[in-house]
Protein backbone atom coordinates (compact mmCIF):
# COMPACT_ATOMS: atom_id res chain seq x y z
CA UNK A 1 0.00 0.00 0.00
CA UNK A 2 1.66 3.06 -0.81
CA UNK A 3 1.50 5.98 1.03
CA UNK A 4 0.53 8.56 -0.94
CA UNK A 5 -2.25 7.80 -4.21
CA UNK A 6 -0.88 6.98 -7.72
CA UNK A 7 -2.25 8.97 -10.65
CA UNK A 8 -4.18 8.37 -13.00
CA UNK A 9 -3.14 9.02 -16.40
CA UNK A 10 -4.60 9.34 -19.77
CA UNK A 11 -3.13 6.79 -22.13
CA UNK A 12 -0.52 8.52 -24.56
CA UNK A 13 -0.74 7.87 -27.96
CA UNK A 14 1.85 5.62 -28.81
CA UNK A 15 2.60 7.13 -32.09
CA UNK A 16 3.40 11.31 -31.68
CA UNK A 17 4.44 11.80 -35.58
CA UNK A 18 1.52 12.49 -37.33
CA UNK A 19 -0.06 14.73 -34.25
CA UNK A 20 2.25 16.00 -32.41
CA UNK A 21 0.83 19.60 -32.54
CA UNK A 22 -2.64 18.25 -30.87
CA UNK A 23 -2.80 19.07 -27.70
CA UNK A 24 -1.48 16.60 -24.89
CA UNK A 25 -4.06 15.77 -22.27
CA UNK A 26 -3.49 17.08 -19.33
CA UNK A 27 -2.04 14.15 -16.67
CA UNK A 28 -4.89 14.24 -13.66
CA UNK A 29 -3.13 12.82 -10.67
CA UNK A 30 -5.11 11.95 -7.51
CA UNK A 31 -3.61 12.42 -4.22
CA UNK A 32 -5.31 10.09 -1.31
CA UNK A 33 -5.42 11.57 2.14
CA UNK A 34 -5.27 8.13 3.92
CA UNK A 35 -5.40 9.88 7.66
CA UNK A 36 -8.61 9.54 8.28
CA UNK A 37 -8.80 5.77 7.33
CA UNK A 38 -5.98 4.82 9.83
CA UNK A 39 -7.94 7.14 12.73
CA UNK A 40 -10.73 4.71 12.14
CA UNK A 41 -8.82 1.99 12.04
CA UNK A 42 -6.93 2.58 15.16
CA UNK A 43 -10.18 3.16 16.77
CA UNK A 44 -11.63 -0.28 15.87
CA UNK A 45 -8.46 -2.05 17.08
CA UNK A 46 -8.90 -0.53 20.34
CA UNK A 47 -11.89 -0.92 20.60
CA UNK A 48 -11.84 -4.98 19.94
CA UNK A 49 -8.58 -5.03 22.15
CA UNK A 50 -11.01 -3.75 24.98
CA UNK A 51 -13.48 -5.36 24.40
CA UNK A 52 -12.24 -8.92 23.96
CA UNK A 53 -10.50 -9.02 27.35
CA UNK A 54 -13.41 -7.87 29.23
CA UNK A 55 -15.34 -10.82 28.50
CA UNK A 56 -14.51 -13.13 31.11
CA UNK A 57 -15.36 -16.97 30.54
CA UNK A 58 -18.11 -18.13 33.05
CA UNK A 59 -17.07 -20.85 34.81
CA UNK A 60 -19.36 -23.78 35.86
CA UNK A 61 -19.39 -25.76 38.82
CA UNK A 62 -20.35 -29.27 38.46
CA UNK A 63 -22.67 -29.99 41.18
CA UNK A 64 -25.24 -33.25 41.31
CA UNK A 65 -28.67 -32.39 43.52
CA UNK A 66 -29.57 -35.60 45.87
CA UNK A 67 -31.91 -38.28 45.08
CA UNK A 68 -34.33 -38.60 48.48
CA UNK A 69 -31.80 -39.28 51.39
CA UNK A 70 -34.64 -41.01 53.03
CA UNK A 71 -34.58 -44.26 50.80
CA UNK A 72 -30.69 -44.38 52.02
CA UNK A 73 -29.58 -46.26 55.50
CA UNK A 74 -26.73 -44.19 56.87
CA UNK A 75 -24.34 -45.24 59.66
CA UNK A 76 -24.41 -42.65 62.01
CA UNK A 77 -20.76 -42.80 62.50
CA UNK A 78 -20.20 -42.41 58.41
CA UNK A 79 -21.60 -39.24 58.51
CA UNK A 80 -19.50 -35.79 58.16
CA UNK A 81 -21.84 -32.86 58.81
CA UNK A 82 -21.24 -29.23 57.89
CA UNK A 83 -23.77 -26.38 58.92
CA UNK A 84 -23.87 -23.14 57.75
CA UNK A 85 -25.62 -20.82 59.58
CA UNK A 86 -27.59 -17.74 57.83
CA UNK A 87 -24.55 -15.33 59.30
CA UNK A 88 -21.87 -16.99 57.53
CA UNK A 89 -20.42 -19.07 60.60
CA UNK A 90 -19.69 -22.81 60.02
CA UNK A 91 -19.58 -25.65 62.34
CA UNK A 92 -18.48 -29.36 61.48
CA UNK A 93 -19.77 -32.77 62.73
CA UNK A 94 -18.42 -36.03 63.10
CA UNK A 95 -21.31 -38.91 63.07
CA UNK A 96 -22.89 -38.03 66.63
CA UNK A 97 -20.88 -35.92 68.05
CA UNK A 98 -21.06 -32.46 69.13
CA UNK A 99 -20.99 -29.53 66.31
CA UNK A 100 -17.82 -28.01 66.50
CA UNK A 101 -17.70 -24.20 64.92
CA UNK A 102 -14.89 -24.12 62.35
CA UNK A 103 -13.54 -21.38 60.54
CA UNK A 104 -13.99 -21.04 57.01
CA UNK A 105 -10.41 -21.06 55.88
CA UNK A 106 -10.28 -24.18 58.15
CA UNK A 107 -13.04 -26.09 55.98
CA UNK A 108 -10.95 -27.21 53.63
CA UNK A 109 -8.52 -28.57 56.07
CA UNK A 110 -11.36 -30.48 58.30
CA UNK A 111 -12.49 -32.33 55.33
CA UNK A 112 -9.12 -33.43 54.19
CA UNK A 113 -8.24 -34.93 57.54
CA UNK A 114 -12.11 -36.08 58.27
CA UNK A 115 -11.82 -37.76 54.84
CA UNK A 116 -8.44 -39.78 55.78
CA UNK A 117 -9.05 -40.92 58.97
CA UNK A 118 -7.85 -44.61 58.14
CA UNK A 119 -11.38 -46.37 59.30
CA UNK A 120 -13.12 -43.64 57.06
CA UNK A 121 -11.54 -43.53 53.91
CA UNK A 122 -13.93 -43.98 51.03
CA UNK A 123 -16.52 -43.98 53.42
CA UNK A 124 -17.32 -40.41 54.66
CA UNK A 125 -20.54 -38.77 53.44
CA UNK A 126 -20.50 -35.34 53.85
CA UNK A 127 -23.53 -33.63 54.27
CA UNK A 128 -24.01 -29.79 53.66
CA UNK A 129 -26.51 -28.13 55.62
CA UNK A 130 -27.64 -24.90 55.31
CA UNK A 131 -30.04 -22.27 56.94
CA UNK A 132 -32.87 -21.23 54.78
CA UNK A 133 -32.04 -17.55 54.86
CA UNK A 134 -28.04 -18.45 53.81
CA UNK A 135 -27.04 -16.32 50.49
CA UNK A 136 -26.31 -18.79 47.61
CA UNK A 137 -22.71 -16.96 47.79
CA UNK A 138 -21.73 -18.42 50.71
CA UNK A 139 -23.29 -21.97 49.36
CA UNK A 140 -20.96 -21.51 46.73
CA UNK A 141 -17.89 -20.60 48.65
CA UNK A 142 -18.36 -23.70 50.94
CA UNK A 143 -18.65 -25.89 47.56
CA UNK A 144 -15.77 -24.67 46.22
CA UNK A 145 -13.49 -25.38 49.42
CA UNK A 146 -14.99 -28.46 49.51
CA UNK A 147 -14.16 -29.49 45.83
CA UNK A 148 -11.17 -28.12 46.22
CA UNK A 149 -10.44 -30.17 49.22
CA UNK A 150 -11.81 -33.39 47.24
CA UNK A 151 -9.39 -32.89 45.19
CA UNK A 152 -6.20 -33.27 47.42
CA UNK A 153 -8.12 -36.49 49.18
CA UNK A 154 -8.44 -37.89 45.28
CA UNK A 155 -5.18 -37.90 45.64
CA UNK A 156 -4.11 -39.12 48.96
CA UNK A 157 -6.26 -42.05 48.59
CA UNK A 158 -4.89 -43.17 44.76
CA UNK A 159 -1.47 -43.57 46.97
CA UNK A 160 -3.50 -46.88 48.37
CA UNK A 161 -3.68 -50.09 45.95
CA UNK A 162 -6.65 -51.87 46.17
CA UNK A 163 -5.77 -55.57 46.72
CA UNK A 164 -9.03 -56.74 44.54
CA UNK A 165 -8.15 -54.76 41.58
CA UNK A 166 -4.16 -54.19 41.99
CA UNK A 167 -4.78 -50.49 41.06
CA UNK A 168 -4.72 -47.26 42.84
CA UNK A 169 -7.82 -47.00 45.07
CA UNK A 170 -10.53 -44.99 43.26
CA UNK A 171 -12.42 -42.14 45.00
CA UNK A 172 -16.14 -42.57 45.91
CA UNK A 173 -17.37 -39.26 46.80
CA UNK A 174 -20.69 -39.37 48.49
CA UNK A 175 -22.16 -36.33 49.08
CA UNK A 176 -25.59 -34.82 49.87
CA UNK A 177 -27.17 -31.31 50.77
CA UNK A 178 -30.72 -30.64 52.61
CA UNK A 179 -31.92 -27.25 54.27
CA UNK A 180 -31.58 -27.53 58.15
CA UNK A 181 -34.44 -29.23 59.85
CA UNK A 182 -36.59 -27.83 63.20
CA UNK A 183 -34.30 -29.40 65.24
CA UNK A 184 -30.57 -27.88 63.94
CA UNK A 185 -32.29 -24.94 64.07
CA UNK A 186 -32.29 -24.99 67.39
CA UNK A 187 -28.96 -26.55 67.51
CA UNK A 188 -27.43 -24.74 66.00
CA UNK A 189 -28.76 -21.67 66.17
CA UNK A 190 -27.32 -21.70 69.52
CA UNK A 191 -24.32 -22.17 69.27
CA UNK B 1 22.86 36.44 3.11
CA UNK B 2 22.87 34.11 5.93
CA UNK B 3 26.02 32.88 5.68
CA UNK B 4 25.61 29.17 7.12
CA UNK B 5 22.43 27.82 5.78
CA UNK B 6 20.70 25.33 7.90
CA UNK B 7 20.54 21.43 6.15
CA UNK B 8 17.07 20.48 5.67
CA UNK B 9 16.47 17.36 7.30
CA UNK B 10 13.67 15.46 5.57
CA UNK B 11 12.03 12.83 7.92
CA UNK B 12 10.15 10.56 4.90
CA UNK B 13 8.78 7.66 6.91
CA UNK B 14 6.71 5.20 4.98
CA UNK B 15 3.58 4.18 6.79
CA UNK B 16 3.08 0.80 4.61
CA UNK B 17 3.99 -2.10 7.47
CA UNK B 18 2.33 0.07 10.43
CA UNK B 19 -0.95 -0.04 8.69
CA UNK B 20 -0.32 -3.58 7.44
CA UNK B 21 0.10 -4.93 11.06
CA UNK B 22 -2.97 -2.82 12.14
CA UNK B 23 -5.43 -4.16 9.64
CA UNK B 24 -4.06 -7.44 10.68
CA UNK B 25 -4.31 -7.46 14.23
CA UNK B 26 -7.71 -5.71 13.45
CA UNK B 27 -9.06 -8.86 11.69
CA UNK B 28 -7.05 -11.09 14.07
CA UNK B 29 -9.42 -9.40 17.33
CA UNK B 30 -12.15 -9.10 14.81
CA UNK B 31 -12.46 -12.87 14.64
CA UNK B 32 -11.88 -13.52 18.28
CA UNK B 33 -14.07 -11.50 19.84
CA UNK B 34 -16.84 -13.75 21.22
CA UNK B 35 -20.37 -12.49 20.85
CA UNK B 36 -23.40 -12.70 23.20
CA UNK B 37 -26.29 -15.41 23.16
CA UNK B 38 -29.33 -14.61 22.53
CA UNK B 39 -30.64 -15.13 25.38
CA UNK B 40 -27.94 -13.00 27.45
CA UNK B 41 -29.53 -10.39 25.40
CA UNK B 42 -32.78 -10.28 26.23
CA UNK B 43 -32.21 -10.48 29.74
CA UNK B 44 -33.31 -7.31 31.78
CA UNK B 45 -32.17 -8.59 35.23
CA UNK B 46 -28.28 -7.94 36.17
CA UNK B 47 -27.24 -11.22 38.10
CA UNK B 48 -23.92 -10.89 40.18
CA UNK B 49 -22.28 -14.04 40.12
CA UNK B 50 -20.53 -15.51 43.13
CA UNK B 51 -17.06 -16.59 42.86
CA UNK B 52 -15.50 -20.14 42.45
CA UNK B 53 -12.22 -21.60 41.44
CA UNK B 54 -12.11 -21.96 37.69
CA UNK B 55 -11.69 -24.92 36.67
CA UNK B 56 -11.81 -25.65 32.56
CA UNK B 57 -15.67 -26.32 31.75
CA UNK B 58 -17.20 -23.34 30.30
CA UNK B 59 -20.96 -22.40 29.73
CA UNK B 60 -21.95 -24.79 26.23
CA UNK B 61 -23.78 -22.58 23.73
CA UNK B 62 -25.95 -25.56 22.58
CA UNK B 63 -27.94 -28.29 24.43
CA UNK B 64 -27.96 -25.64 27.30
CA UNK B 65 -31.49 -24.98 29.72
CA UNK B 66 -30.56 -22.11 32.19
CA UNK B 67 -32.57 -21.35 35.26
CA UNK B 68 -31.94 -17.50 36.01
CA UNK B 69 -32.35 -16.52 39.59
CA UNK B 70 -32.32 -12.41 39.66
CA UNK B 71 -33.30 -10.41 41.93
CA UNK B 72 -35.90 -7.36 41.17
CA UNK B 73 -34.15 -3.95 42.41
CA UNK B 74 -36.75 -2.21 41.46
CA UNK B 75 -39.11 -3.74 43.11
CA UNK B 76 -40.15 -3.00 47.20
CA UNK B 77 -39.43 -6.53 48.48
CA UNK B 78 -36.51 -7.35 46.00
CA UNK B 79 -38.53 -10.02 45.05
CA UNK B 80 -36.24 -13.17 43.25
CA UNK B 81 -37.59 -13.13 39.19
CA UNK B 82 -37.19 -16.92 37.65
CA UNK B 83 -36.42 -17.07 33.93
CA UNK B 84 -35.79 -19.80 32.02
CA UNK B 85 -33.58 -19.84 28.60
CA UNK B 86 -33.14 -22.49 26.14
CA UNK B 87 -29.96 -22.18 23.62
CA UNK B 88 -31.32 -24.52 20.70
CA UNK B 89 -33.36 -22.16 18.40
CA UNK B 90 -35.13 -25.64 17.37
CA UNK B 91 -35.90 -26.92 20.59
CA UNK B 92 -37.07 -23.49 21.79
CA UNK B 93 -40.04 -23.65 19.52
CA UNK B 94 -41.63 -27.06 20.20
CA UNK B 95 -40.63 -26.46 24.05
CA UNK B 96 -42.62 -22.66 24.10
CA UNK B 97 -45.91 -24.73 21.89
CA UNK B 98 -45.67 -27.82 24.38
CA UNK B 99 -46.23 -25.13 27.67
CA UNK B 100 -49.16 -22.83 26.51
CA UNK B 101 -48.08 -20.99 30.02
CA UNK B 102 -45.44 -19.81 28.20
CA UNK B 103 -47.39 -17.83 25.63
CA UNK B 104 -49.00 -15.03 27.78
CA UNK B 105 -45.54 -14.22 29.42
CA UNK B 106 -43.60 -14.06 26.27
CA UNK B 107 -42.93 -10.96 25.50
CA UNK B 108 -41.90 -11.58 21.39
CA UNK B 109 -43.01 -14.78 20.42
CA UNK B 110 -39.44 -15.62 19.26
CA UNK B 111 -37.72 -14.74 22.87
CA UNK B 112 -34.73 -17.23 24.18
CA UNK B 113 -35.48 -16.18 27.81
CA UNK B 114 -38.88 -16.00 29.63
CA UNK B 115 -39.82 -15.18 33.23
CA UNK B 116 -41.72 -18.03 34.91
CA UNK B 117 -43.19 -19.31 37.90
CA UNK B 118 -42.33 -22.54 40.24
CA UNK B 119 -44.78 -24.24 38.80
CA UNK B 120 -44.69 -23.53 35.00
CA UNK B 121 -41.02 -23.88 35.77
CA UNK B 122 -41.34 -27.61 36.20
CA UNK B 123 -43.14 -27.82 33.13
CA UNK B 124 -40.32 -26.27 31.41
CA UNK B 125 -38.21 -28.69 32.73
CA UNK B 126 -40.24 -31.41 31.91
CA UNK B 127 -41.02 -30.73 28.11
CA UNK B 128 -37.33 -29.60 27.87
CA UNK B 129 -36.07 -33.15 28.71
CA UNK B 130 -38.66 -34.95 26.73
CA UNK B 131 -37.74 -32.63 23.28
CA UNK B 132 -34.23 -32.97 23.85
CA UNK B 133 -32.69 -35.85 26.51
CA UNK B 134 -29.43 -34.33 26.10
CA UNK B 135 -30.14 -30.92 27.21
CA UNK B 136 -27.92 -29.38 30.22
CA UNK B 137 -29.11 -27.56 33.10
CA UNK B 138 -27.27 -25.05 34.51
CA UNK B 139 -28.19 -22.67 37.54
CA UNK B 140 -27.53 -19.37 37.34
CA UNK B 141 -28.18 -17.22 40.43
CA UNK B 142 -27.49 -14.22 41.71
CA UNK B 143 -25.09 -13.97 44.80
CA UNK B 144 -27.63 -12.67 47.24
CA UNK B 145 -30.50 -15.04 46.69
CA UNK B 146 -31.32 -17.38 49.78
CA UNK B 147 -30.28 -20.79 49.84
CA UNK B 148 -34.43 -21.30 50.11
CA UNK B 149 -34.95 -19.92 46.39
CA UNK B 150 -31.83 -22.09 45.55
CA UNK B 151 -33.22 -25.24 47.26
CA UNK B 152 -36.72 -25.06 45.84
CA UNK B 153 -35.30 -24.56 41.92
CA UNK B 154 -32.73 -27.95 42.78
CA UNK B 155 -36.28 -29.89 44.18
CA UNK B 156 -38.15 -28.53 40.92
CA UNK B 157 -35.37 -29.97 38.77
CA UNK B 158 -35.42 -32.88 40.69
CA UNK B 159 -38.92 -33.95 40.63
CA UNK B 160 -38.95 -33.37 36.60
CA UNK B 161 -35.80 -35.61 36.26
CA UNK B 162 -32.99 -33.26 35.93
CA UNK B 163 -30.63 -34.73 37.77
CA UNK B 164 -27.26 -33.20 37.51
CA UNK B 165 -26.84 -29.35 36.61
CA UNK B 166 -24.11 -26.66 37.30
CA UNK B 167 -23.91 -23.65 38.70
CA UNK B 168 -22.47 -20.94 36.73
CA UNK B 169 -19.97 -18.85 38.28
CA UNK B 170 -17.32 -16.11 38.06
CA UNK B 171 -13.75 -17.16 38.11
CA UNK B 172 -12.52 -16.15 41.45
CA UNK B 173 -9.45 -13.63 40.84
CA UNK B 174 -6.45 -14.31 41.94
CA UNK B 175 -6.57 -18.06 42.36
CA UNK B 176 -4.82 -20.32 40.03
Request: glycine share 4%.
Amino acid sequence: MAGGGGGLAVPERAKRGKHSHRKKKKRLGFALDMTPLVDITFLLLTFFMFTTTMMKPQMMEMKIPPAALNNVEVKASDLFTIYVREDGKTFYQMGLDEPQAVEFDKIKNVAKTQNLIPLKKNRLITFLKLQVKTKYETLIKVLDELNLAEVEITEEIAKDIDPATQKPVERKRRFTIAPFSEEDNTKIGGL
Amino acid sequence: MPKVKKKRMAFVVDMTPLVDITFLLLTFLMFTAKFKSEAENEQKYNIERPYATPDTTKLPDRDLAIIKVAIDETSPNKDTVLLFGLANQNDKAQVWAAVPEVQKALGDKNASLVQVDSLTLGKLIKATRSVNKNTRFALDADKKVTFETIWTAMNIMRKNNAFTFNYVTEPRKGAE
